[in-house]
């Protein structure tokens, strides 16, 4: 099994203080325990998501307010009989009874569960995982002795408190939501990487690249020390903005780890560079101190990673952190030419941020029009979600896949070569300008730059009940709804009124001088796992400019952001061709259970669909199009430029050669051509299967194959399926071969070249697991060669 170059989960250096997760209410840094205690309520949760019905509402009705006719300020329902305190584990549950009266106000359990009457299995149990995450909670209240991470609990504990009783998901209400600081922890490593170490070799800016990992993974573990307990040690030290991040911490990253109900986020994603100097010098110092202590306890291959370059690179990263001018904490810092594209190679990639969810299950409607597109602003601080200013996905966010090398596979184009094409497309004098009315440009090309000029920008707005209604946002609706009503002529008014202003609805705008020119209206079921497109249009005048296309794109990187990768619409005759160039088909990819009931039918409408790729930055994706034709262009000039070479005749002829070899003609290689693999190709299926099987016995037999053997955990090497896109194993390929899907040698050899190629990807030349690929890949060929499949 490839492991990971860093520090692997459970090593010395991880149990170094400071460094796990420590449970709310644990006190201390270490947080011993804290695993178990998150392994604990999953279980609980998972025991009591298991039970009847019945006992489900027997505890949800606890947490219900009494629905009984008349006056009633019951806030939960009390049993007659409360269990024994320690309850008795011998003792058999007793059946739950909806006529048992309250002892608080004599009404049945029945009158305080009405509401949940109609409610699915789905959202009981969601609404039972935060019944467990608040008793958790007012355990960590009692227990926990600091008294500003007593009040954060007792808040957070209010707020599930409240989502129960409301039947809505828990809205963190704070001035400002993540990320706090820009840019962020994560994005400044991998600018210090890129700036101190791009000019290395790969293998020695592979190992830059695993302690960046290591680092970023520690800080996301790391406890932070209390308000109070900082005082103490630094006492002339920012004190009020300290706290602020603290408690931000505490909401967003640590007490998330054990009461998923709430969202979650990694530290090094929303903090930057103020919270990175509040635990530099104590955790540089913990790290390496530990590390020193319990040196003869780390793995041979990991000693020299972690002992030498490790501290090397904490070294050169604090001189950067504490310097008032050091470029990486710029956000101009990897701004290519053609404005701020995404980095070709990135450190480290992102896990998952957590998206705000949102319970319901009335209908909406449909979304026939001609042009037009949803999605967040491209433009920094330009979405504006009911009051409050998000932001766009950067590069750096859900782009797991593009952030890391890709899997090597025999016959890519060499690294360097690419690299070398790169330098010339990246010089803006090396791109033609394509003309924007060429039938070469991207339909968007247009919109793209009048978005980077500013004469457009797109926002995401929505009404609210809760919140003070913003002039600019109202205005901007009511243009939006005459919009629609304009473009949309056999929509009822009302009907488009009632959807743009319902705060269930948000509304990706298209802005233009100020005023409002286009726009999609949607509904995000995140607990369905997809978004409805309500409405979409462009002002007539508008249209045919690209405005439509990025649109969409907006919509569909907004969704990638939040976590939701399908779209659903019903589109009319003229809105099927629009949505068909937007990606949608009429293959739904949705299972019809996850959203019948959840949206409406419509006469004389098509149900389609479009299954968002996280990977793909889909608002500059024409130019990434463009910039790979590019180097494909270049790379076929290249080649052209080499066999253009003139070659003297064949003179042999004349002197009576009848017959030569094809490969002696010069210059034959030089055109691409190979000589036909000598190895012979099993026709029989059934030797062919005996063949394999005995070579893949083989392998499997090899001292050298054990890390190979089963699929790679993701908790032994955390982060590599977010580098290692295909993964294989020769468990994977025993089943194969059991199910005849090696039809050919070549698909054989290639499942077993992958296995060596994923394990060189994802470790460092000096592992072992390196060392065992390159030993086992030897072995492998000559079983292959003994067998006949390939010349010898």
């Known amino acids: 099994m490839a492991d990971s170059a860093g520090i692997q989960q459970g090593s010395p250096a991880i149990g170094a203080a400071g460094l796990v997760p420590a449970a709310p209410g644990a006190g201390g840094t270490e947080g011993s325990g804290a695993a178990g205690g998150s392994a604990r309520i999953a279980a609980k949760k998972a025991q009591l998501r298991s039970s009847p019905r019945p006992k489900k509402l027997e505890k949800l009705g606890v947490y219900s307010s009494c629905k009984a006719e008349g006056p009633c300020k019951c806030n939960g329902w009390k049993s007659q009989n409360p269990p024994p305190t320690p309850p008795q584990t011998d003792q058999q549950t007793n059946a739950v009874n909806l006529q048992e009266p309250c002892r608080s106000c004599s009404h049945t359990l029945g009158d305080h569960v009405t509401h949940l009457e109609n409610v699915s299995e789905d959202e009981m149990n969601r609404l039972l995982g935060i019944v467990l995450d608040v008793e958790y909670l007012y355990t960590c209240v009692h227990k926990e002795e600091d008294a500003d991470t007593k009040q954060v609990y007792f808040s957070l504990f209010k707020l599930l408190r409240k989502s129960i009783l409301q039947m809505g998901k828990p809205m963190l209400e704070a001035q400002e939501s993540p990320p706090f600081e820009k840019p962020s922890i994560e994005q400044g490593v991998n600018n210090f990487v890129q700036y101190k170490f791009s000019h290395l070799p790969s ?38 903005g300290y706290k602020a991040n603290y408690t931000r911490w505490l909401c967003y990253c640590n007490v998330p780890q054990f009461c998923d109900s709430l969202p979650r986020y990694e530290t090094t994603q929303i903090f930057g560079r103020t919270l990175l100097r509040s635990v530099f010098t104590v955790m540089r110092k913990q790290l390496l101190e530990q590390a020193r202590q319990e040196k ?25 952190v504490y310097s008032h001018s050091s470029p990486i904490w710029s956000q101009d810092f990897l701004a290519g030419a053609a404005g701020g594209q995404i980095p070709i190679h990135t450190v480290i990639s992102a896990p998952p941020v957590s ?35 998000g932001e766009k996905r950067k590069a750096s966010e859900p782009l797991h896949h593009e952030e890391n090398k890709r899997p090597r596979v025999l016959g890519d184009i060499p690294m360097d070569l690419i690299n070398e094409v790169m330098a010339t497309i990246t010089d803006p004098a090396a791109i033609p300008e394509t003309s924007l009315l060429s039938a070469h440009s991207a339909r968007d090309e247009a919109a793209r730059l009048e978005e980077r000029r500013g004469v457009i920008e797109f926002h995401v707005i929505g009404n609210s009940l809760n919140q003070k209604p913003n002039k600019r946002i109202l205005m901007w609706l009511v243009g939006l709804q005459n919009v629609f009503s304009h473009q949309l002529p056999r929509m009822p008014k009302e009907y488009i009124t009632r959807l743009v202003f319902d705060p269930k609805h948000k509304t990706l705008s ?37 405005y439509g296309t990025h649109l969409m794109n907006h919509l569909k990187e907004y969704h990638i952001k939040h976590e939701i990768l399908n779209f659903l619409t019903y589109a009319d005759e003229y809105a099927i061709g629009y949505f068909k160039k937007q990606g949608f088909s009429k293959d739904i990819k949705v ?30 994706f024409s130019v990434i199009i463009k910039k790979q034709k ?18 003297p005749g064949l003179s042999c002829f004349k002197d009576g050669v009848r017959q030569i070899p094809i490969e002696s003609i010069p210059g034959i290689r030089e055109t691409g051509w190979k000589p036909a693999a000598k190895g012979k190709e099993l026709k029989d299926p059934d ?53 005849r899907y090696y039809t050919t040698r070549k698909l054989f050899m290639a499942d077993m070249q992958r296995i060596f190629t994923n394990c060189r990807e994802y470790n460092p030349p000096e592992s072992e697991y390196y060392k065992c690929a390159n030993i086992l890949e030897k072995f492998f060929y000559t079983k292959i060669k003994e067998a006949g499949l390939i010349e010898k």
């Open 510 to 546: 298209l802005i233009k001088d100020g005023r409002v020119i286009g726009g999609i209206c949607f509904r995000m079921f995140p607990s369905q796992g997809f978004t409805e497109i309500v409405f979409c249009a462009v002002t007539s005048n508008e249209q045919v400019k690209g």
């Open 591 to 620: 299972p019809k259970a996850k959203y019948v009931g959840y949206i409406k039918d419509y006469e004389g409408a098509t149900l389609m669909g479009c299954e968002l790729n996280p990977s793909i930055p889909y608002t500059e």
């Open 203 to 240: 293998k020695e800016r592979q190992t830059i690249m695993e302690l960046a990992k290591m680092f970023l993974n520690q800080i996301n573990y790391w406890q932070l020390e209390t308000p109070s307990q900082r005082r103490q040690r630094v006492p002339n030290d920012d004190a009020a």
């Open 355 to 389: 998206r705000p969810i949102y319970y319901s299950t009335s209908p909406v409607s449909v979304d026939p029009s001609t042009c037009g597109s949803v999605s967040p602003a491209r433009k920094p601080a330009s979405v504006l979600e009911s009051n409050s200013v």
């Open 296 to 320: 003869d306890k780390l793995p041979p291959e990991k000693r020299t990673l972690i002992l030498t370059h490790f501290p090397k690179f904490l070294s050169m990263l604090e001189e950067e």
């Open 630 to 647: 590019e180097i494909i262009k270049k790379l076929i000039e290249r080649k052209q430029a080499q066999i253009r070479k003139i070659y």
């Open 687 to 739: 030797q062919l299967f005996s063949t394999l099987k005995t070579i893949l016995q083989h392998v499997k037999s090899h001292q050298n194959a054990w890390p190979f053997m089963e699929p790679v955990k993701k908790t032994e090497a955390p982060g590599y399926y977010q580098v290692i896109r295909f993964p294989m194993d020769l468990k994977t390929m025993s089943e194969r071969l059991k199910s």
